[in-house]
């Protein structure tokens, strides 16, 4: 699981459920399906619910994530510095 102190990478604000081989991602902790934050640290891919649930999605990689970040993406020091940022 990412630090929580040093987050070293960037996230992104996802509202629109995410569709994998067909079928909808929902969150292991909530079953939420919308309203993500995507991380992506380290060469994966995590993703996080508004209920603050994290889960690694390994069918997700930088590559995607470089691919879909819009040009509001910004680098966090800090993962609560990020939060902050998206209104979390
Ligand atoms: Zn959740």
């Known amino acids: 699981m990412p630090s929580h102190d040093q987050l070293n990478g960037r996230m992104m604000p996802w509202t629109q459920p995410i569709v994998l081989d ?3 991602v929902a969150c292991a902790g909530c079953g939420a ?6 991380l ?8 996080r619910c508004r209920q603050g649930h994290q889960q690694q999605e390994i ?3 930088t590559a995607w994530y470089g691919r879909h970040a819009g040009p509001a993406d910004a680098h966090h ?11 979390h």
Do not use: K, M, N, P
């Open 77 to 87: 020091e800090t993962f609560e510095d990020c939060l902050r940022h998206l209104g």
């Open 40 to 47: 992506s640290t380290r060469d994966q891919i995590w993703l």
């Open 22 to 24: 067909g079928a909808v």
């Open 33 to 38: 399906y919308r309203h993500w934050l995507i």
């Open 59 to 61: 069918r997700l990689d």
